[in-house]
């Protein structure tokens, strides 16, 4: 088994993408980081949808960061069904995401998401976040077993 933590990027725009990979490089995550680009995608990363190609990652990335507002399927849909298959309903998610509406907020914590943050328009604080994200998710949170 790998020791190498992998991160699952649900993102389909290209920017926040390159935004979010910038950040990661310069807070020295060196992490790899896989993009899917909308919740089908998403979907088939993780295996919970049948792939044309072998794209099930394998094993289960440590952490998935999420985004709300995607193509396919929405966030809310690709969490419900994260948390509702047996292998990957222990899996980390965070959803990062542009909305601030309440009713997604509680939507994501009622689904099991196990964070909610808001992405900082400024490249400063969004770079600051992603270099917290990057320690306590990747370097102090202990995931179930040993992923």
């Known amino acids: 088994m790998s020791n190498v933590k992998t991160i699952l990027l649900v993102e389909d725009n290209t920017d926040d993408e390159e935004l979010a990979r910038v950040a990661l490089e310069e807070s020295r995550i060196a992490n790899e980081v896989v993009i899917a680009r909308d919740g089908a995608d998403a979907l088939e990363c993780l295996g919970l949808e049948p792939s044309d190609g072998d794209r099930a990652m394998n094993p289960l990335p440590a952490v998935v960061l999420l985004d709300l507002k995607l193509p396919k399927l929405d966030g809310m849909e690709v969490l419900r069904r994260i948390r509702g298959d ?62």
């Open 86 to 147: 047996e292998r990957t309903r222990l899996l980390p998610v965070v959803v990062l995401t542009s909305s601030s509406e309440e009713e997604d907020i509680v939507d994501s914590y009622g689904l099991g998401a196990n964070s909610y943050m808001r992405k900082p328009v400024d490249f400063d604080q969004f770079h600051d976040m992603v270099k917290q994200f990057g320690m306590y998710w990747l370097l102090l949170n202990e995931v179930p077993y040993g992923r």
